[in-house]
T-cell receptor, first 111, second 114 residues
Framework: DAKTTQPPSMDCAEGRAANLPCNHS???????VYWYRQIHSQGPQYIIH???NNETNEMASLIITEDRKSSTLILPHATLRDTAVYYC????????????FGKGTKLSVKP | DTAVSQTPKYLVTQMGNDKSIKCEQN?????MYWYKQDSKKFLKIMFS???????INETVPNRFSPKSPDKAHLNLHINSLELGDSAVYFC?????????????FGPGTRLLVL
């Protein structure tokens, strides 16, 4: 699985959009970008994933650049409950196995 | 209904003891995992089972022995507990659907070895 790079921390004002970047410059054509988050003291939680098209669900939007070397997770209206560590993970399409967690981005949503 | 559950939530014990952590998933998934999160918050895989068969064993001391009595359960038994075993242990399950796989994690078991 390709390696990812994320900023260690970010702040966001409550009610504003939180844009979390991820670099995955060595991603190959058959690898998906997945996002998980871990709210303090809880198990990691799946957010969204995508291959090359932008994706949106009830939790977030995922914007993947045309060259697929980077992506941005967007929480459109961040709340205090979105304070968590966000992990960007690249996985081979159709693979099943352990997730390789990096250090992630610690997002702090402030009132 | 809780998708992936773990018991106990907290476990405090003395060095040298033997303890078990239980995990159950009601999602009908074929694959289950144990991850360890240490004090520095790094999450690392320990074991993975698919249809009750061990498929991943990541350089874990043999004091740790996973057991999968059926597809819905993956328990973790730890012998001769050491101080360094103190961590949060997460169980997870997954199934590949099409080309996509999502993992669902339990709430974690916080183990403190004194």
């Amino acid at each position: 699985d390709a390696k990812t790079t994320q900023p260690p921390s970010m702040d966001c004002a409550e009610g504003r959009a939180a844009n979390l970047p991820c670099n995955h410059s060595t991603i190959s054509g058959n690898e998906y970008v997945y996002w998980y988050r871990q709210i303090h003291s809880q198990g990691p939680q799946y957010i969204i994933h995508g291959l090359k098209n932008n994706e949106t669900n009830e939790m977030a939007s995922l914007i993947i650049t045309e060259d697929r070397k980077s992506s941005t997770l967007i929480l459109p209206h961040a709340t205090l409950r979105d304070t968590a560590v966000y992990y960007c993970i690249v996985r081979v399409r159709g693979s099943q196995g352990n997730l390789i967690f990096g250090k992630g981005t610690k997002l702090s949503v402030k009132p | 209904d809780t998708a992936v559950s773990q018991t106990p939530k907290y476990l405090v014990t003395q060095m040298g003891n033997d303890k078990s952590i239980k995990c159950e998933q009601n999602l009908g998934h074929d694959t289950m995992y144990w991850y360890k999160q240490d004090s520095k918050k790094f999450l690392k895989i320990m074991f993975s089972y698919n249809n009750k068969e061990l498929i991943i064993n990541e350089t874990v001391p043999n004091r740790f022995s996973p057991k999968s009595p059926d597809k819905a359960h993956l328990n973790l038994h730890i012998n001769s507990l050491e101080l360094g075993d103190s961590a949060v242990y997460f169980c997870a399950s997954s199934q590949v659907t099409g080309y996509q796989e999502t993992q669902y994690f339990g709430p974690g078991t916080r183990l403190l070895v004194l």
